[in-house]
Nanobody
């Protein structure tokens, strides 16, 4: 059974930084793609950043230059470094990974971690 576990959320004032981490564990053969999504009440979940196993990254326009996604393939982990945080970054952040277990592929989600940016 594959599991994604996030950590690193919290409450910070505007302009500060947070680093989210997500660890994938279980029956894992490969993880072609990992990503971070976020969701606020009443809105659809949106893709914040993604990264392939080869290191290609994509970002939501509003976080470009402030957020950096990275991954450690040996540890099956993905990170989101969030700098210059703004109140509009407040959301529940979810880790997402497309994982192949050696016989099939499916997408997995973490449980979510709350990020609140407020003075």
């Amino acid at each position: 059974q594959v599991q994604l576990v996030e950590s690193g959320g919290g409450l910070v004032p505007p302009g500060e930084s947070l680093r989210l981490s997500c660890a994938a564990s279980g029956s894992i053969f490969s993880i072609p793609n990992m990503a971070w999504y976020r969701q606020t009440p009443g809105k659809q979940r949106e893709l914040v950043a993604s990264i392939t196993s080869g290191g290609h990254t994509d970002y939501l326009y509003s976080v470009k230059g402030r957020f950096t996604i990275s991954r450690d393939n040996a540890k099956n982990m993905v990170y989101l470094q969030m700098n210059s945080l703004k109140p509009e970054d407040t959301a529940v952040y979810y880790c997402n990974a497309g994982i192949h277990d050696g016989s099939s592929w499916r997408a997995y989600w973490g449980q979510g971690t709350q990020v609140t940016v407020s003075s």
